[in-house]
Structure formats: structure tokens, C-alpha cells
């Protein structure tokens, strides 16, 4: 298994305030009330994912300046400070707005604590607007250890796959030729199903029997590239039925069921990160496929970390009180709590988990 994360520290990003050494499993279910900073979790790993891949100032234009991803504004919240650990590593950065509305670092070190290297706190500088993390790897004393932790970081994946509108990438045609690994809105689905089915044909048809269970009439993907005058091969996601050979566009199968896919070729992929994070992934599902996903991500989470954010009861249901994140806002701040279930084994004799989380016992519930 890769190196997932086990604990994380936020101070100051979004409605984020101050989350400290906050302990993750392998499994890791979010629940809370709209606006209670399970999205703002999630984003967290967005801006993760980009600081390390030098886009900290692209992304933070594209959200409105550094003022609305601080937490309440600059005026109130002077940084964003994070601290990870992972397997025996760990990165540490602090980032503070600057006049233009982007952020400068004012910390960023690696750390680690093993047999390989002893315990070593390489320091990367300040004054920097761009991670120096990715340059280290190249070059520095530090080479090895920024390694390990680039490795680890930038392999850590967050998923979204709402837009399934008719210009979404998913339905459109794309290189063959990208498909090392499924992008994060699964843009490169086709090319990707297509390696699978030449390199893992077990993992393809086990992908293709579990959409068959949630989408009865799928047949099987048809995965056929187009090769342009310019010599670029391109490819789509066309299907077809059972009982027939007609193809059929990715526009003939209903949002919930491209979702659905999307969803079981990440479960399943068979060199997965050792990380996802799925923003409410239940969106346009039918309740049984939503009991199958919990089957999945269940079993997903042998073979990877998975952090889920949702609000489905009958999701929920799949798993147990001590997978569960419980979100709240406390003067607007979120507030992360794991629950003890011998606290409710009283109340889970008669009602399953999803039902107390509905009924408010759980907490994570919208309060007056």
C-alpha cells in the first residue's frame, strides 16, 4: 500500500480555522450539514495538489485571490499553516497573502524519520511564491527525502465527477496516448478503459460486470481509436447494449450512469493512488447503486485511502460509526470529530447508521 496520510494539520484555510494533528484512517466518511466544511476539506487537497505542482498562484487567482481562501479575510486570519504525515514522511508549509492577492511562503520543510535516512528537517527557504518541492527532487542535499514526499503528494487524487453536461471532457473524443492515469474529472475515461483492456483485461472485465449490476441493459465499452491525418490517435467513450451491436454516444447513458462508471474504474484501477478524496459521489445515483459504491469503496479502502464527503443516508448505511468524519460549525469555524461506537451501540439495535445521522443523534445535522 502506498503512503496515505496519517495526520493532517490545518490552521486558516477557508472556514477551516484550526484542525490539529487530526488523525485519518484508511477509511474516512464525512458527514455534515450544507455549508459545514466538508467541500472546504476537500479543497484543501485541490490547493495541496496544486502547490505542489507549482500552481499555487493559477489556483488561487482562479478561486478570487488569496482574501477568499484565508480563513474570514486577511484582516482577521494573517496565514494558512499545514503540517502532514505520511508513512515516515511529512511536509510542512506556511503561506501568507501578499499585496497582489496571491500567497508567498513564509515555511516549507520536509521531514522525515526512518531507518533510511534518520531523522532529517530539510528547510526549502522562504520568500518563495512557488513550492521549491518539485526543484528539489532534481537537485539539493535534500534529494532523496523531497522524493519520497513529492512521490507521495503528488500521487494523492481528488475526484469530481459532476459535470456530465453534454460538453463535459468524459463524453468527448480524446488522446489515446493519455492514459498513465484516470484525471481527476475522468476526462481521459476512454483512453484509460482502453489500457486496462489491452494491459489488466481481468481488471476491464471486472469494471464492466459491476456497471452491468447497476445499469442492467450495458453490454460492454466499445473502444475503437481514430487516427487523424496528423497521425494522433483519438478515442471515445461508445458503448452498447446488450442483445445488440449498434454503437452508442456517451450522450445516450444518463448522468447518474457515467457517474457511476467513473466512480467504479477508480474503485477498481489497479495501480491506484494511495490517496483519493470523492466529493459527494452518491449525485444522480439510483439508492441500489449507491448500496453497491458502498461495497466498493469498502473495498477499495484495503488497497488505498479513501475520503468521502457525502449526505446520503443509504450510503451511510454501508458503513460503520468509527468510519465516519462528523463536520459541524462552531461560530464559524469547522469542527472534526470521530465518534466512539460503543456511545451508540444502545441506538444501533434498533436503528442502522445512516437513520441515526438522519435523526440527529450522530450530529453533523443542520441546529437552530
Not at 488523525?23 to 479543497?43: D, E, R, T, W, Y
Not at 496571491?102 to 511564491?129: A, C, M, S, W
Request: charged share 25%.
Amino acid at each position: 500500500m502506498g503512503k496515505s496520510i496519517k495526520s493532517l494539520t490545518i490552521r486558516g484555510f477557508k472556514s477551516i480555522k484550526k484542525l490539529d494533528e487530526f488523525h485519518l484512517n484508511q477509511l474516512n466518511i464525512l458527514i455534515g450539514a450544507n455549508g459545514a466544511g466538508k467541500s472546504n476539506f476537500v479543497s484543501y487537497f485541490k490547493l495541496l495538489s496544486e502547490l505542489v505542482e507549482k500552481r499555487l498562484q493559477s489556483w488561487t487567482s482562479e478561486q478570487g485571490e488569496a482574501d477568499r481562501i484565508i480563513s474570514f479575510g486577511v484582516k482577521e486570519t494573517k496565514q494558512i499553516e499545514s503540517s502532514i504525515r505520511f508513512a515516515d514522511n511529512g511536509y510542512d508549509f506556511v503561506i501568507t497573502p501578499t499585496v497582489d492577492g496571491g500567497f508567498v511562503f513564509e515555511k516549507e520543510q520536509l521531514y522525515f524519520d526512518g531507518p533510511l535516512f534518520g531523522i532529517t528537517r530539510p528547510n526549502l527557504g522562504t520568500g518563495h511564491k512557488e513550492s521549491k518541492l518539485k526543484e528539489e527532487v532534481k537537485a539539493g542535499n535534500s534529494k532523496k527525502v523531497a522524493l519520497h514526499c513529492f512521490n507521495a503528494i503528488s500521487k494523492w487524487k481528488v475526484y469530481h465527477f459532476h459535470d456530465t453536461t453534454d460538453t463535459a471532457a468524459v463524453k468527448r473524443k480524446g488522446s489515446l496516448h493519455d492514459n498513465d492515469y484516470l484525471r481527476s474529472d475522468a476526462s481521459n475515461l476512454a483512453a484509460f478503459l482502453y489500457k486496462l483492456k489491452k494491459q489488466h483485461s481481468e481488471i476491464y472485465e471486472l469494471i464492466c460486470k459491476n456497471i452491468r449490476l447497476a445499469i442492467p441493459f450495458f453490454d460492454d465499452f466499445v473502444l475503437k481509436p481514430q487516427i487523424l491525418s496528423t497521425e494522433e490517435e483519438l478515442i471515445n467513450l461508445v458503448w452498447k447494449q446488450k442483445d445488440s451491436d449498434y454503437p452508442l454516444w456517451p450522450s445516450q447513458l444518463s448522468d447518474g450512469s457515467i457517474r457511476f462508471i467513473c466512480l467504479v474504474t477508480v474503485l477498481l484501477q489497479p495501480d491506484p493512488p494511495a490517496t483519493i478524496i470523492i466529493d459527494e459521489p452518491e449525485l444522480g445515483l439510483h439508492p441500489f447503486a449507491i448500496t453497491l459504491l458502498g461495497a466498493l469503496l469498502r473495498s477499495a479502502s484495503t488497497r488505498m485511502q479513501v475520503i468521502v464527503s457525502t449526505q446520503s443516508v443509504p450510503l451511510l448505511n454501508e458503513f460503520t460509526i468509527e468510519d465516519l468524519i462528523v463536520v459541524e460549525r462552531d461560530n464559524g469555524n469547522s469542527i472534526f470529530k470521530r465518534l466512539n461506537e460503543d456511545d451508540f451501540s444502545s441506538w444501533l439495535e434498533n436503528y442502522s447508521v445512516g437513520e441515526l445521522w438522519e435523526k440527529n443523534i450522530l450530529g453533523g445535522r443542520p441546529s437552530k
